[in-house]
């Protein structure tokens, strides 16, 4: 999995390099045109859309949004994809058997680019990885967080870690002592 500008994108190992799994959610007409541009299909996208040029591929065609579109769905659906706003200079892309995914032309340029440049090798995925926030509040027990616990022992556990130390403490203490009375103290310690 992969995030670029927002979009979350999954990608499938090739010999020839990495490429979009198709998704068959709202980002479908765009992966489905990344897939034309890496294999070379389109190789004049990013310069047609640089222009403010349609293109067009068999099922597949992206275009300059034109004044009069109506854009309620594609605000709302870019929300939920990225959770931004939509903003201004839009491109649609679209399958012929799907509805259009409006995107903002500099995320299209992005997204085709890095794309090239995935396929090309001289990026990899993992430096397009989506960032997981460090957070200083495990979101568990520290043995099952993702975010590791950086304080020794976990704040939760502290109390119970000092009552361990001390008992262990003790417990050493009274071995020392030896004879019948230091094992009947260190197995009190034990079962305690």
Not at 97 to 110: I, T
């Amino acid at each position: 999995m992969i995030e670029i500008a927002g979009l979350r994108f999954r990608l499938w190992p090739t010999p020839d390099g990495w490429i979009p799994l198709t998704d068959k959610g709202a980002i479908e007409p765009l992966t489905v045109l990344l897939d034309a541009v890496i294999h070379s299909d389109l190789p004049d996208l990013i310069d047609a859309v640089e222009n403010g040029r349609d293109i067009e591929y068999q099922t597949v065609y992206a275009w300059p949004s034109a004044p009069g579109d109506d854009l309620r769905m594609a605000v709302e659906t870019w929300r939920e994809l990225t959770g931004s706003e939509l903003g201004d200079e839009l491109y649609g892309v679209q399958t012929r058997w799907g509805s259009p995914l409006y995107v903002p032309r500099a995320v299209l340029l992005e997204v085709a680019r890095t794309f090239v440049a995935l396929r090309a090798g001289t990026i990899t995925p993992s430096d397009l990885a989506p960032r997981v926030p460090e957070s200083t509040e495990p979101p568990g027990p520290w043995l099952f967080c993702r975010v590791p616990v950086r304080e020794e022992p976990h704040p939760d556990e502290e109390s119970m870690m000092r009552s361990v130390e001390s008992d262990a403490v003790e417990d050493d203490r009274v071995a020392s002592l030896g004879g019948a009375a230091g094992a009947a103290k260190r197995r009190f310690l034990l079962i305690h």
